[in-house]
């Protein structure tokens, strides 16, 4: 799921932190704004507005740690209104929903190991790259060689 990748270039502490206080931002939100889904990605999304002229390190992880809580935040919203309409509509509890509550736990406690661990390899300066997420910040991210 995580691959690590050395590449020859060597950020400097300031730019470790930049890049692993992405992958934070969306767990302080969480603690911060449970349970609306929008409240990580918005937090994600300025701290990669606020580091978008930074190092090519910096933008690339901020980028990845973007893409990954666009991809769960419409998990998440569905979750959210479907459970707004179990609680105030006249929507019931099927086997469908706990079914879909069970999966969006589970990738949310995926996704909350996954931010850590990526946190964590980021701050120490290895560049580790989430399955699919990284091939998309490849695809948007103009990278330079230091990347790679």
């Not at 349970?35 to 980028?63: G, M, Q």
């Not at 964590?120 to 091939?135: N, V």
Request: proline content about 2%; overall charge positive; charged content about 15%.
């Amino acid at each position: 799921m995580i691959t690590t990748k050395q590449f020859y270039y060597k950020p400097v502490d300031s730019e470790m932190e930049r890049a692993s206080n992405s992958y934070l931002m969306s767990l302080v939100a969480v603690i911060g704004g449970l349970p609306l889904p929008i409240l990580n990605l918005l937090a994600t999304f300025f701290f990669y507005l606020a580091n978008r002229k930074s190092t090519d390190f910096v933008k690339w992880h901020c980028t990845q740690a973007l893409l990954s809580q666009l991809g769960l935040f419409f998990f998440n919203s569905a979750g959210f209104w479907w459970t707004v309409g179990v609680l105030f509509m006249d929507d019931k509890v099927t086997n469908y929903y706990i079914a879909y509550m069970i999966t969006l736990v589970t990738f949310n406690l995926i996704e909350f190991i996954t931010t850590l661990i990526l946190a964590s390899q980021t701050r120490k300066g290895i560049h580790s790259e989430l399955f699919f997420f990284a091939d998309l910040t490849h695809l948007i991210f103009k990278r330079n060689e230091t990347i790679k």
